[in-house]
């Protein structure tokens, strides 16, 4: 194509833009423009502990189809594809997939949504057209890790459930155990911005953690809502904060599940006492790592169905040259610009 495009390649915890060749797609690969690439927690605790080596970040992308390699005539699912359409994408994937991209000055480039283009250069990943808005469709990635979880904890229709942090793992988990019919929904979190989303997708009471500063007051709250206030049959813990293991698994009935969401990067240990916080309530522990084909394709056509504020979950777009203020917004108090971040996405085509 005789193109080049730009890509932010994180090392330690700096950020620099570099130029690459845009490829010209080889067969059953596909070439996407970049619309958006969230910024993940996953990526904000890496970066936290500072990159070793030159990567590429950017795994839970929206882009549109720039070129189509030869014998691609449809999507994962069999709708048909052409120049010009949205997809979304699962980064999993043969030959290392799509985020996390080590070594990037080695071709193929443009493997992570913090760039210009993202090309899809494993011939079997699972790509699937939409007409989302891209505010909604760059949430598929964060809600198929709800739907993975609702699925692992193995969620029962008139479940009280507890999501432990508003953040947006939390409010898509939030959302997927509403549609696999949770009678009650109960949001630990904050800020107070977070939390009236949490109401709006569908919370039935919100807990400021910001307010309610103690464990235990806390704890009787939640207890408080849940039938004879025995506990929740099912407690998500999706903030990513290891004090909040044993608080949540102090929120679950005898005989509940405590489902580990937040933990996908090793943040350390914390003392852990198993007959007092496991058996003593014969809870069953569950955790989910990632997700993957089936996820997307369970999922996306209930994301799709749009019931959901998904798109009020992108707070803020930032360019790629703004992209370190995107992680230390993160890294603070959950502020840009003034406003409270929830879900950070960049935006390659905004300067």
């Not at 000055?105 to 808005?133: E, N, Q, S």
């Not at 929740?232 to 005898?254: M, N, R």
């Not at 798109?311 to 203020?325: C, G, T």
Request: glycine residues 10%; charged residues 25%; aromatic residues 8%.
């Amino acid at each position: 194509m005789g193109r080049t495009g730009r890509a932010v390649i994180a090392q330690g915890q700096d950020f620099e833009v570099r130029e690459y060749p845009v490829p010209d797609p080889e067969p059953d690969t596909v070439l996407l423009r970049q619309e958006l690439a969230g910024i993940c927690g996953t990526d904000l605790h890496f970066w936290q502990k500072g990159f070793d080596e030159e990567v590429l970040l950017g795994h839970e992308n929206v882009g549109i189809v720039e070129a189509l390699g030869k014998d691609v005539k449809s999507d994962y699912v069999g709708n048909p594809i052409r120049e010009g359409d949205r997809v979304i994408f699962a980064p999993a994937a043969d030959d290392g997939g799509y985020g996390f991209q080590y070594n990037p000055d080695k071709p193929p480039h443009f493997r992570g949504g913090f760039a210009d283009y993202i090309y899809l250069c494993c011939p079997r990943t699972c790509f699937i057209k939409t007409d989302l808005p891209q505010e909604a469709a760059v949430m598929t990635e964060p809600f198929t890790i709800g739907v993975h979880a609702v699925m692992r904890a193995k969620l029962q229709f008139g479940d009280t459930v507890v999501i432990q942090g508003s953040g947006a793992i939390g409010l898509v988990t939030l959302a997927c155990a509403k549609v696999s019919g949770a009678a009650k929904l109960i949001m630990v979190g904050g800020p107070a911005e977070r939390l009236e989303l949490a109401s709006r997708m569908g919370a039935d009471v919100t807990i400021d953690i910001e307010k309610v500063t103690s464990v235990a007051e806390r704890t009787e709250l939640v207890k408080s809502h849940t039938p004879k206030n025995a506990g929740a049959d099912v407690v998500f813990e999706c903030a990513g904060f290891l004090p909040a293991i044993p608080e949540g698994l102090g929120y679950v009935k005898h005989s509940g599940t405590f489902c580990e969401v937040g933990h996908f990067v090793d943040v350390g240990s914390i003392d852990f006492n198993p007959n007092q916080l496991l058996m003593v309530n014969n809870i069953r522990l569950e955790a989910v790592w990632g997700s993957w084909d089936e996820h997307f394709v369970r999922g996306f056509p209930i994301l799709e169905k749009n019931e959901f504020p998904f798109a009020d979950m992108v707070s803020h777009k930032l360019p790629l040259s703004r992209v370190r203020e995107g992680f230390d917004a993160l890294d603070g108090k959950y502020r840009l610009g003034g406003e409270t971040v929830i879900k950070i996405a960049v935006d390659a085509q905004a300067e």
